[in-house]
């Protein structure tokens, strides 16, 4: 059964940092690409950051570009983002996500998982 769990999320003032955990089961972790999405209420799912199966491919959104760090740590199955400089404008809910995309006898397959989130608020 495959669970992807995010831990970390809190109420924190402006100007703090938060570590967002996602541990992740029933799947072979380090075949996937991982991402932490995020959603305000109101607002559309935002990528903030996407990391590749092996590491080596980091993307962020331009809103949190020096300030929030993805990593991964394949033998411990979860995926983390560190938050500096948190601005109420971060506040939302943070769901990871795991993708993998191949080919089953010449077709395109996709394996795509989700977590529930964890609320992060920044406020004062």
């Known amino acids: 059964q495959v669970d992807l769990t995010e831990s970390g999320g809190d109420s924190v003032q402006p100007g703090g940092s938060l570590r967002l955990s996602c541990l992740a089961s029933?799947?072979?972790?380090?075949?996937?690409?991982m991402s932490w999405y995020r959603q305000a209420p109101g607002k559309e799912r935002e990528l903030v950051a996407k990391?590749?199966?092996?590491?080596?491919?980091?993307d962020y959104a331009d809103s949190v570009k020096g300030r929030f760090t993805i990593s991964r740590d394949n033998p411990k199955n979860t995926v983390y983002l560190q938050m500096n400089s948190l601005k109420p404008e971060d506040t939302a809910v943070y769901r990871c996500?795991?993708?993998?995309?191949?080919?089953?006898?010449?077709?395109?397959?996709?394996?795509?998982?989700w977590g529930l989130g964890t609320q992060v608020t920044v406020s004062s």
């Open positions: 029933g799947f072979t972790f380090s075949n996937y690409d």
């Open positions: 990391i590749s199966s092996g590491g080596d491919i980091i």
């Open positions: 996500n795991a993708l993998l995309e191949t080919e089953v006898s010449g077709r395109p397959r996709i394996w795509d998982y």
